[in-house]
């Protein structure tokens, strides 16, 4: 049996096998940022193309005065739990924003998007209900799902069929069953089939649950997500989602318009035991969504970038993940592959993300590209070139 430091010992033989020696491609220092789309890494100038930063609101001034003066006003941080002296004013204020944004009538903010998950499926769950979630569900969900104790039961990624099939097989316990699926899946960027994953949910009289972590801001008129974008949110019972995307902060958020879940404070362990967000991060977020509902010209712009670089490095012969959208996955042939075009990238002043299994899905090497509304065209335009010169390297053949 091996040791608890063993363990350790036994990552670090496998990570230099699949990496080598050197710069590590993961947790790369970032010196300097210049802005939403520019950095410095490895002494050299950058541009962005791996953020989450899907409105480029991380320097937008309106977001970077508010949290200037929630600093001043409220100090650093609140050094404590919403459920003891950490519920401001301002988180309130929030909670009755998202809650207006949605159309419900109720809203509960977290510490992060991870422990939104975490703290909504472990109060729903417990043990003997059951988790019927998309089998590429983000390790948040999973998380969730293992700490509510509930049984926990994949079903084929974007197939409703599958869904339905797993559900027939529950009977009664069908009404125990949360299902939950991702508005755009942050791997390949590829979208739920929810019109069909909600009728089904419908059909077996469980409850739906959405993680729009990477669609708020980006699909829908308003921006609200996938479930506006496919005229289902009467259909979604709790939608989840983050502040560290296209609202530039941190923390995470559920909507609903199940009075139930205000009890989910009392039940949610991830809620209660952790120390709430900071004053000057809640007052950023609160700008942030207030400049994502005034300003659909971001959407577009958005989708214009995402279509750009989509229809870019398809021209250029790269496999790409199904769906345009803001997440453009170069889907490569085994991992020293795409370690190889991700070594490339940077030197070529590109920074993306390598993704390398068992964090990606079907055991896939990624190279994956996230697109702002804060990159220019001639950005856009940078970045496929780089991806061009690489081209000749990025096979194995
Ligand atoms: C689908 C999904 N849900 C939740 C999260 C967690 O969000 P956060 O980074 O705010 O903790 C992520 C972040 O990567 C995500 O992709």
Redesign the pocket.
């Known amino acids: 049996m091996m040791s608890l430091l063993g363990k350790l010992r036994r990552l670090a033989e496998t990570r230099e096998e699949v990496l080598g020696k050197d710069d590590a491609p993961f947790g790369v220092p970032v010196e300097e940022v210049y802005s939403a789309t520019e950095a410095r890494i490895g002494g050299r100038r950058v541009l962005m193309a791996g953020t989450?930063n899907y409105l480029g609101l991380t320097f937008d001034r309106r977001c970077v005065e508010a949290a200037r003066e929630a600093l001043e006003r409220a100090g650093t941080g609140t050094t404590g739990s919403r459920m003891a002296n950490g519920s401001y004013t301002d988180h309130l204020a929030l909670e009755r924003e998202l809650a207006e944004f949605y159309g419900v009538s109720h809203a509960i903010v977290f510490s992060?998007?991870?422990?939104?998950?975490l703290g909504m499926i472990s109060a729903l769950l417990g043990p003997g209900d059951v988790a019927l979630l998309d089998a590429d569900?983000?390790?948040?969900?999973y998380d969730g799902c293992r700490l509510s104790g509930a049984d926990i039961l994949p079903f084929r990624h974007n197939d409703p069929a599958n869904l339905d099939r797993r559900l027939g097989r529950l009977g009664e316990r069908a009404a125990r069953t949360l299902v939950i699926v991702?508005?755009?899946?942050?791997m390949l960027g590829d979208r739920a089939p929810l019109a069909g994953i909600a009728e089904v949910t419908r059909r077996h009289g469980c409850l739906l649950m959405v993680?729009e972590?990477?669609s708020l801001g980006v699909l829908g008129e308003h921006g609200r997500g996938l479930a506006e974008e496919t005229d289902t949110e009467q259909d979604v019972d709790f939608v989840?989602?983050?502040?560290?995307?296209s609202l530039g902060g941190?923390?995470?958020f559920c909507t609903s318009r199940r009075p139930e879940l205000e009890m989910v404070r009392y039940a949610s362990r991830p809620y209660i035991f952790t120390a709430s967000p900071p004053p000057a991060v809640v007052a950023a977020t609160r700008a942030a969504l207030r400049v994502l509902r005034t300003t659909p010209a971001l959407r577009t712009r958005l989708r214009d970038n995402a279509a750009r670089l989509y229809k870019g490095l398809h021209e250029l012969g790269y496999r790409l993940g199904p769906d345009v959208s803001p997440v453009v996955a170069v889907v490569l042939d085994t991992p020293d592959v795409a370690l190889r075009l991700w070594r490339g990238l940077v030197e070529a002043g590109i920074y993306v993300n390598l993704m390398l299994p068992p964090a990606t899905p079907d055991g896939t090497s990624l190279v994956r590209c996230s697109v702002s509304a804060a990159h220019t065209t001639a950005q856009i335009d940078r970045i496929c070139a780089a991806f061009a010169a690489l081209r000749e390297h990025s096979s194995t053949g």
């Open positions: 989450n992060a998007g991870y422990l939104a998950n569900c983000h390790a948040s969900i991702e508005g755009i899946y942050s993680d972590a990477h989840v989602g983050t502040f560290s995307k941190v923390g995470g």
